[in-house]
Every structure is written in C-alpha cells, then in structure tokens.
C-alpha cells in the first residue's frame, strides 16, 4: 500500500527537460500533504465536538445539528465551484460536480458508514421517509 504523495514519484521522474505539463515532486510537496492531511483530520474532528457541543447547548438533537450545519459546512465549497462555473457558462462542469458528489455520498460515504457499523433505521423513519 503506498500513500497518494508517493504514487506520483515515478510520473516525475519520467518528465523530461522542457516538458512544461510534467512537474517534479519535491519533498517539500510531500511534507506539505502531510501536513495538511493532518490539518484536515484535526478540523474535522473540531467541526464534530463543535457542532456536537452547539446542540447539547441548544438542546436540540444531534443529528439536527449534523445534517444541517455541518451538512451546510460540507457543501459550501462545491456550491462556489458551481456558481463561478455556471457564471463562466461551463454547465457541464456544474452537472458533473452536483451528479458526482451526491453519487459519491450516497454509494460511497454511506456505503462505508454501514460497513463499518451497520445502519439502524427507526420503523418511523421507514414508514415517513421510504
């Protein structure tokens, strides 16, 4: 198994002098991803204990406050992408980006949740929802 930085390593070391579309991985660009790797899982597990602790304070249900906060959170930066892209007429780009992230949260994210802990669905849920 090997990491996402270190699978580009025999791509850069094929690109040739003058190839302007080849760029070579330095070891700064990898202690970058890691770096930020490690940002990213510290800020999601921030966002969680946040958003956690807001509905305790409000009172409200946790998973009120997960799907419409951080579900909010989570989709804002692929809201913008698709606005500056519907702005600069790449419709395309919009339909792709809306079709492949649902499909992604819906068979992937949700896939993955249920292996690792199956789903308990209340009857009421089932009875409202499906």
Do not use: K, Y
Request: charged share 10%; hydrophobic share 50%.
């Amino acid at each position: 198994m090997s990491t996402p930085g270190l699978t580009w390593i025999p791509v850069a070391v094929r690109c040739r002098p003058g190839d302007l579309s080849c760029q070579r991985v330095s070891m700064l660009d990898l202690l970058v991803l890691c770096v930020g790797l490690a940002g990213l899982v510290w800020a999601a597990g921030a966002l969680v204990d946040g958003a956690t602790g807001l509905a305790r304070r409000w009172r409200v249900p946790e998973l009120l406050v997960g799907l419409t906060i951080v579900g909010f959170g989570t989709s804002a930066p692929e809201l913008a992408v698709n606005v500056f892209a519907s702005l600069q007429g790449r419709d395309g780009l919009v339909l792709g980006n809306v079709f492949g992230s649902n499909l992604f949260n819906l068979l992937v994210v949700l896939g993955a949740g249920a292996l690792l802990s199956p789903l308990a669905v209340p009857s009421s849920a089932r009875r409202v929802d499906l």
